[in-house]
């Protein structure tokens, strides 16, 4: 019988460089999926928020389904959908081939659509907080349209919806471990295989949920100390 | 009255144009109107009678078993939540740091972590269960995830509880206690009519995450809608098994969105003006 320490030691007996590595690619996944769905999901919402009701329709669309379908389900129709639909096209060249689609990639779109679909609602709620004369001021001092949006609404924009983005990040991190599902070496995969191997599962399972724990609260420092400098900036009314 | 008179009174309309928007809003919805026709003609070319006849009772069943395992552990986690948010607003401070720990662990870490934590872990267990003859319980996999899923939505349901509470202000509890009202019919009969007014939205919203949540019980080997789909996909590899799961889960969260607008509509009708 094997102590715990040794169980989580680091080496060929332990497991806790399976795990680091876990950790790695979950936080890594996450990191690569924020960028991607914030720009979509700001520009999700302007369309929303636009005078044109056709691009106020394309943009409920997207929030409707990418909100309404479960994540894990999103992810295996990425998954799935692209192996089929590229094999399909690979198909009409060369009948042999047989494609891999990569499972990272595959969770970044699908974590994506879904955190930018939350997000675009973030920003909406964002704009209609920001007042018409702000819009209007701009245009007054003789600012182009996008320069109104870059250096008077975007600044207000980013303060208000703060909060909002940051519950989303930590939703997010939760989220990458559906990607487990996929076959991707994340935190709670490697601690499956972990669990699997050594038969201690509650001590596994235990620790991968600790480390989302951890990481949780490691975010919640970085968020309290952006929202603290964007704060800073404040204008005294 | 003349012509001219006429026309000054209302000018014509501005004509309507193609602004750079309008041309891309409609873009874009023909690009939604082209694949969700897509997605229509590839279901009715796809349209195999025999799988259809095959799979579609168990589709059903799989839907049933979503359902159950999300009311129940709505009702459980409503209960649970009762208890935890009065430790979390209590004075007591290990108690409410009990309450807050606890919250901040099921809301911390993924659903599916503490479901593999259940479901897998429960075996290091055995004896102690099979001693106080839980082990049949947490054998199957329905119930695990039942048990995990309370013990989740419990800590969801205890946040709102608690934020709808305090939202009510203080006024509200003096002027009870000066009408000589004790607490429990002060909580009763004025402090929750009013919470339940803040709470319904956020409610709502924790009904549809748990009906999307309850989509990775397929991992672990229940047969609900999710489960039936991967089982499907598994046995024909065919994709419109996922696309009919897609089409059945936008519709169950539709509908509960709405209802959910309706029942607020209905309730508030004494604040609109």
Redesign the interface.
């Known amino acids: 019988m094997q102590s715990v320490w040794t169980l989580l030691s680091w080496g060929p007996e332990g497991w806790l460089d399976d795990i680091a590595y876990g950790v790695f690619i979950t936080v890594s996944l996450a990191a690569a999926t924020l960028p991607v769905g914030l720009v979509i999901g700001f520009l999700v919402a302007l369309?929303k928020q636009?005078?044109?009701?056709?691009?106020?329709?394309?943009g409920n669309?997207y929030t409707?389904?990418f909100?309404?379908?479960?994540?894990?389900?999103t992810l295996?129709?990425i998954f799935?959908?692209a192996q089929?639909g590229i094999q399909q096209i690979i198909h009409l060249y060369d009948p042999t081939a047989s494609v891999e689609v990569n499972a990272f990639v595959s969770g970044m779109i699908a974590l994506g659509v879904v955190f930018s679909s939350y997000a675009s609602e973030v920003f909406l709620s964002a704009f209609r907080a920001i007042p018409k004369g702000q819009y209007e001021g701009g245009y007054s001092v003789g600012l182009s349209g996008w320069q109104t949006m870059r250096l008077v609404v975007l600044p207000q924009l980013i303060r208000i919806a703060l909060p909002g983005l940051a519950n989303l990040w930590?939703i997010l991190l939760?989220?990458?471990?559906?990607v487990?599902?996929i076959g991707l070496t994340d935190i709670?995969r490697q601690?499956?295989v972990a669990?699997r191997v050594t038969k201690?599962?509650?001590?596994f399972?235990?620790v991968?949920?600790?480390i989302?724990?951890l990481l949780?609260?490691i975010s919640s420092f970085g968020i309290n100390a952006i929202e603290r400098a964007v704060g800073r900036q404040q204008v005294q009314r | 009255m003349n012509v001219a008179a006429a026309k000054v009174d209302r000018p014509p309309a501005l004509p309507r144009g193609w602004p750079r928007q309008r041309v891309l809003g409609y873009g874009l919805v023909c690009l939604w109107i082209v694949f969700l026709a897509g997605i229509a003609a590839y279901l009715v070319v796809a349209w195999n009678g025999e799988l259809f006849a095959k799979y579609a009772p168990s589709y059903v069943t799989g839907l049933g078993v979503t359902l159950l395992l999300v009311a129940i552990s709505i009702v459980l986690g409503a209960i649970l939540s009762v208890p935890i948010a009065y430790a979390r607003m209590s004075k007591n401070r290990i108690l409410s740091g009990l309450a807050y720990a606890y919250v901040y662990f099921f809301r911390g870490t993924p659903l599916l972590a503490q479901t593999f934590l259940v479901y897998y872990g429960v075996g290091s267990f055995r004896p102690q269960l099979e001693m106080v003859g839980l082990w049949g319980f947490f054998r199957e996999a329905f119930n695990c995830a039942i048990f995990a899923f309370s013990l989740n939505t419990a800590a969801y349901q205890a946040e709102i509880l608690r934020g709808a509470i305090q939202s009510v202000p203080r006024g509200q509890w003096e002027g009870a206690a000066s009408l000589g009202l004790h607490k429990l019919q002060t909580m009763w009969k004025i402090i929750l009519p009013q919470a339940l007014i803040v709470a319904l939205r956020p409610y709502g919203n924790e009904i549809i995450l748990m009906i999307k949540g309850s989509a990775i019980v397929a991992i672990i080997t229940v047969y609900d809608l999710m489960g039936i789909t991967r089982l499907t996909y598994s046995r024909t590899f065919d994709f419109q098994s996922y696309v009919w799961a897609a089409i059945i889960y936008l519709i169950i969260v539709e509908i509960l969105r709405h209802a959910v607008e309706w029942i607020e509509r209905r309730i508030t009708i004494h604040l609109q003006r």
């Open positions: 369309a636009s005078g044109e009701p056709s691009l106020r329709l394309a669309i409707t389904i909100r309404g379908l479960p994540e894990l389900l295996f129709i799935y959908g089929v930590l939760k989220d990458t471990a559906l487990s599902a709670l601690a499956g669990a201690h599962a509650f001590l399972f235990g991968a949920a600790l989302y724990l949780a609260i």
